[in-house]
Every structure is written in structure tokens, then in C-alpha cells.
């Protein structure tokens, strides 16, 4: 299993700390930023995390954000992603047997290292029940196909979130 990793400034610290654990564990990843602590906005990396996943290259994405919440209601833009932000074990656990989330949120300013890590455990370890899940996440998907923008220009990389002006980045 290879996962896409990022966060945003606000959860830099977190994402280091879930790095190590992904190592002790011989688990692939790939960092898709931030990188330093400088105020950034969280769309964009959601958005590399989500292509990254979407691409087959990767199977699951992690995102850290302040409160893990940014960075899922962004990733759930995207047709095939589902993320859920979770502050527990319970949640994430039923994340992947019921609703198969490939993306994990968590906040940093929610939950601490320790946490995290076992949310993270958890949720990586957990399989998807199917069946009667399997419909509903069916049902899901048509509901994405019927929403879908008919702009196709939305999906291209050329139109992929920029960073914001220098001028508008305020320090949270
Ligand atoms: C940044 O201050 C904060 O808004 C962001 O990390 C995230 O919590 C947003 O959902």
C-alpha cells in the first residue's frame, strides 16, 4: 500500500510525526508538501494528495490540516475520493468498513501525536465490508456522475489550484 501524504502549515508537526510511524512500519509514501511552516492554503495540497490518489499511483491519502476539516471538504470535491475527518479510532475504523475512505483528515490542533498515530493504525488496518456498503457507495458514485461540472477544463492540471498572492496570505 502506497500512500500520498500533506498538510498545511498547521499541520506540518503532525504530518512529521505520522511519517516516522509510516517508516517504523515499512509503509511507501510520497510527502506532496507543505514543507516548511510558512502560512499556506490547504486546497492545494489536498488537491495534489487527491490527483496523486486518483492517478493509480497511490492507494490512500493522508491530510493534516488544523482541524482536518479544509482539507476533506476540499478532497471530497474530487469524483472517487471519499475523506473523512476523524479525531478517534472508532470513526476511522468504520470509515474504511463501511464507507471505504481512501482519504484519512486528521487536525492537528484536535489531536495529538500519540492519537494520531493510532487513528491512523487503525484506519490503515481496517478493510472494507462491501455488500450492502458496496451499494450505498454505488449510490454515491451516481450521485457524483450526476452532479459532475460539464466543463472538463475544471479536471485539467493547467487550471490546478495556484498558490494565493504573496499579497493575501495572511499568518494562519
Ligand atoms: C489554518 O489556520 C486552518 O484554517 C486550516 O489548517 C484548517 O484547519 C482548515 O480547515
Known amino acids: ?32 508538501g507543505t514543507f516548511t511552516s510558512e502560512s499556506c492554503d490547504y486546497p492545494r495540497t489536498a488537491e495534489l494528495v487527491s490527483k496523486a490518489i486518483l492517478s493509480g499511483q497511490f492507494d490512500r491519502g493522508i491530510l493534516i490540516c488544523g482541524t482536518g476539516i479544509g482539507m476533506s471538504i476540499t478532497a471530497n470535491k474530487f469524483p472517487g475520493i471519499r475523506a473523512v475527518a476523524c479525531s478517534e479510532p472508532y470513526s476511522a475504523i468504520l470509515a474504511r468498513r ?51 461540472l460539464p466543463n472538463i477544463e475544471t479536471r485539467s492540471e493547467e487550471t490546478a489550484e495556484e498558490p494565493a498572492d504573496d499579497s493575501e496570505v495572511d499568518h494562519d
Not at 501524504?5 to 510527502?31: C, M, N, R, V
Not at 490503515?124 to 456498503?133: D, I, K, M, T
Request: charge should be negative; proline fraction near 2%.
Open 98 to 148: 463501511h464507507n471505504n475512505a481512501n482519504v484519512l483528515c486528521m487536525g492537528a490542533r484536535v489531536v495529538a501525536g500519540g492519537l494520531a498515530t493510532l487513528i491512523t493504525e487503525d484506519w490503515l488496518n481496517a478493510s472494507f465490508e462491501g455488500e450492502r456498503h458496496q451499494r450505498r457507495l454505488d449510490m454515491i458514485t451516481r450521485i457524483e456522475q450526476r452532479n459532475l
Open 1 to 32: 500500500m502506497k500512500i500520498a501524504i500533506g498538510s498545511d502549515h498547521a499541520g506540518l508537526p503532525l504530518k512529521e510525526t505520522l511519517k516516522i510511524y509510516l517508516e517504523s512500519q515499512l509503509i511507501p509514501f510520497e510527502d506532496f
